[in-house]
C-alpha cells in the first residue's frame, strides 16, 4: 500500500474546491494549481500550494499534460486527482502521471481507453451479457452501408460518434429521407470534436429516462454499487436536475441494475469510482456508457449514503481494500441536486457571462452547495458554465422537492441569468412530481416554462430597478428579493 501525503489538483471551480475539502478532512496536503484568469478564485485560500499554470484557454493550461505533471514533479506530490471534465478520461495522460512515478487518482489508463470508446465498451460489456440497444455496434463511416443498417434496425434511430460524450456527434432520424443529411453532420461533428469521425447506429428510444449507477471497485476485485440516480432531466443532452434514488425503479430492480454495473466494472477490470449509465424505458434498461470518474452529480449519492466519494477514491488510489461490502450500505431518504449554470433558459439555455453582482447561497440541515465562486467573481467564456451545485436531503421525495423549491427561493445571484428558475419550474411541475418523465421533458416543457416568463416580465423591470439602486447605495440589501429570478442584466 502506498501513503499519500500530497495531492495536486488538476481541475479548477467547484470539484477542485470539493476535492481540497476531503483532502483537509484525510489530513492531506494540496496543490491548486489556476490558469491567470483565475487568480483571485476562493479555491487559492484553500489550498496548501498554488501554481500558476498558464493563460485562460484551457488548451495552454488545465489541459498541458505535461506542464501539470512537470510541475506535480516539483512540488514533489504523491498523486494527482483530475476531478471531472478537462483530463480526468484522458487514458494518455494517466498513463504518463503513472510512469512519472506518480499515483493517479482513477482508473487504470487501460480502463479510460476501454470505456471511453463507446463501441469497445459495448464489445467489453457483452461477455457478461449486459443488455444493449438494439443496433449496429460498429464503426462505420459509409453513408449507403450505414442506410442499409438504419433500415434493418427500424426508423427512428439514433447516430452517435463512437468517442467523446456530450451530445456532440449525435443526430436522431425519424425518416428515412433525412438519414444521409444527418448521417453527413453526425459524422463531421464528430471529426470536429473529438478528431474521430467513426459513428455507429443503434435503434432510437422515444421516451428513455436516463438512470446510472454508481459504482467503487478497489484493486483487490471487490466491487459494490452505490444505488442508482435520476439525471432525465437534460438541456442538449446534458443533465441539469438528477435525483436519488429514482423514483421508477423497484427495489428489485434496483439490485439488477446494481449488479449489471457492477459487472461491467468487472469487464475492465476497473478500479476507483465510476458511473454506468443505461437507458431506461418501459421496465428495461440498455447499457449506454461508464464514466471512468468522478460524476458531477455525485453529492446526492453521498447524501443517501453517508459516504465521501473522493475520501474513497483517494483510499482505492492507496491501495486499500473497500471498507465496505454490499451488505453494509442501506438508502437512506431522498436527495436531488440541481445545476446553477450561468445560462438563459429562456433563450435555448444560451451561456451568459459576466460578474456575479450579489451572490447569498442558502443554508439549513439537510442543504448543501458545492462551488467555487464569491460575489464579485467573473464568469468567463473560457470554461463550463457552471457556476455550482445545490443538494437537497430529507427523508423522502416529497420533502426533498419542497425543501429544494425552499432552497432555490433563498439562493439570490444576481448579474447573469441562471437556470435557477427554470429548475424551479421543473420541480414544481405536475409531471415531476408524479415521477412522470423522461429525457424529452426540457423540449416538451420549454415554452410553456417561456409563457409563464412572459406573464411575469412586469416584474422584472421593478427588480431591475431595484438593483440599481442598491449598485448606487441607495438601499441596502434588506430590499432585495432572496427569490433567484430570471434576471435581465444590467449592463
Known sequence: MREIKKILIANRGEIALRVVKSCMKMGIKTVGIFSDIDKDSPLLDYVDQQILIGPAPSNKSYLNQDLIIEKA??????????????????????????????????????????????LSAKKTVSKFDIPLVPG???????????????????????????????????????????????MKRAVSEAENSFGNGAVFIEKYLSKPRHIEIQILADQHGNVVHLFERDCSIQRRHQKIVEEAPSPVVSEELRAIMGEAACNVARSCNYHGAGTVEFIFENNSF????????????????????????????????????????????????????????????????????????????????????????????????YYDSMISKLIVHADNRVEAIKKMINAINNYTIYGLKTTLPFCKYALNHSDFRLGNFDTGFVNLYIEDYKSMVDENNSNKVGLAAIFQLYKMDKISTYFLPSTATNWVRNS
Open 136 to 182: 449496429l455496434n460498429e464503426e462505420i463511416k459509409d453513408v449507403d452501408k450505414a442506410m442499409l443498417a438504419a433500415e434493418k434496425i427500424g426508423f427512428p434511430i439514433l447516430i452517435k460518434a463512437s468517442a467523446g460524450g456530450g451530445g456532440k456527434g449525435m443526430r436522431i432520424v425519424h425518416e428515412k429521407k433525412d438519414f444521409k443529411q444527418q
Open 286 to 381: 440498455y447499457f449506454l456508457e461508464m464514466n471512468t470518474r468522478l460524476q458531477v452529480e455525485h453529492p446526492v449519492t453521498e447524501m443517501i449514503t453517508g459516504l465521501d466519494l473522493v475520501e474513497e477514491q483517494i483510499n482505492i488510489a492507496k491501495g486499500e481494500k473497500l471498507a465496505i461490502s454490499q451488505k453494509d450500505l442501506n438508502l437512506n431518504g431522498h436527495a436531488i441536486e440541481i445545476r446553477v449554470c450561468a445560462e438563459d433558459p429562456y433563450n435555448n439555455f444560451m451561456p451568459d457571462t459576466g460578474i456575479i453582482e450579489l451572490y447569498d447561497i442558502p443554508k439549513g440541515i439537510g442543504v448543501r452547495v458545492d462551488d467555487c465562486t464569491k460575489q464579485g467573481s467573473e464568469v468567463s467564456i
Open 73 to 118: 514533479l516539483e512540488m514533489k506530490v504523491d498523486a494527482i486527482h483530475p476531478g471531472y471534465g478537462f483530463l480526468s478520461e484522458n487514458a494518455l495522460f494517466a498513463e504518463k502521471v503513472i510512469k512519472a512515478g506518480i499515483i493517479f487518482i482513477g482508473p487504470s489508463p487501460k480502463s479510460i481507453e476501454i470505456m471511453g470508446n463507446k
